[in-house]
């Protein structure tokens, strides 16, 4: 959903933070410059329907305080609200305003659940109605459960004797407004691990499964946000080699482990999609060991380290 941002300073810190709370609830912001000072309705009516937005926002500061103009194209309604910034801190003032022009437009916009509305241009689709629920400033998907999708790639970092492997992984996650969630996730080394010794050369592969609770954190009008999870993790792995002893003795043999898993990290947000950087950590209850002529060489998930990099598509419902 788009929505017009008309300002005569687009570079000012006040419309890049208003820019930044608009798209915490989820809206793709247009920046439009208008040097006059006056807003009238019709003209960021006109604004917003060039642009095929449901609406259009302009905020005109004066000495004291600030006015708030909203277009709506969805309920047919131009509204206006006055605060008051005289005695904030730049910072201050900033935030009222943006925190203002988000409850105004959630107001004007929770007439689309009325059972009589005014019928605007732009029709109240299922998001539309979320956002007329939603708290200002908490969040992309606001007070509406969020799901995603992601796939990336990454680094087994390679202890107790294992090298480095490379990976890649999929995740699918549910997250409820309060931040807390469940997250399933599956990976595959991509290329493997190698220990090399004297008496012979090894590589290790493994793919993993695993269920892991999270919580979820999101500064108010920021695209930052962070993760972090704890749950459970099944590991297949598989060795091949010379002169490696049971249990890991060929291209065929495996071994299955478990064990609990925690990771965390920060993401970025483009509109509906993330980009993650994610850091875990993997203790194997029973680890395998790597052995070549009956000599415990390596040992794998004691614990294992992954460092990650991956894109979410992101959703609500």
């Known amino acids: 959903m788009r929505i017009v941002l008309v300002t005569s300073e687009p570079e000012s810190t006040t419309s890049k933070r208003l820019e930044a709370e608009l798209r915490s609830l989820g809206l793709t912001v247009i920046t439009t410059s208008l040097t006059e000072d006056v807003a009238p309705g019709a003209r960021l009516e006109q604004i917003a329907r060039g642009q095929n937005a449901i609406g259009a926002v302009r905020v005109i500061a004066h000495g004291t305080g600030a006015e708030l103009w909203i277009a709506d194209r969805v309920t047919n309604k131009t509204v206006l609200r006055e605060i008051v910034t005289v005695g904030h801190s730049p910072d201050g003032a900033d935030d009222s305003i943006a925190v203002g022009v988000a409850e105004l437009l959630r107001a004007s916009l929770m007439e689309v659940n009325a059972p009589v509305r005014n019928r605007g241009e732009y029709p109240p689709t299922p998001k539309i109605r979320d956002l007329a629920y939603t708290q200002a400033g908490t969040g992309p998907l606001g007070n509406s459960s969020r799901f995603w999708l992601a796939l990336g790639s990454g680094l087994e970092l390679g202890l107790r004797g294992v090298g480095l492997s490379l990976a890649g992984h999929a995740a699918a996650g549910w997250q409820a407004p309060i931040g807390i969630g469940i997250e399933v996730i599956a990976g595959t080394t991509i290329v493997p691990a190698v220990v090399e010794r004297a008496e012979g050369r090894a590589t290790l592969s493994s793919q ?31 060795a091949s080699g010379e002169r490696a002893v049971a249990p890991l003795t060929s291209a065929t043999d495996a071994t299955w482990s478990l064990g609990p898993y925690l990771h965390a990290g920060p993401a970025l947000g483009f509109g509906s999609f993330r980009v993650r950087l994610d850091a875990g950590a993997l203790v194997l209850l029973n680890s395998p060991t790597v052995r070549f002529a009956d000599e415990a060489v390596a040992v794998w998930g004691e614990p294992a380290l992954f460092l990650t990099l991956g894109v979410e598509a992101i959703g609500a419902k």
């Open 208 to 238: 993993w499964l695993g269920v892991t609770g999270i919580f979820g954190w999101e500064p108010r009008g920021s695209n930052v946000s962070a993760r972090a999870g704890l749950g459970m993790m099944g590991v297949r792995i598989q």
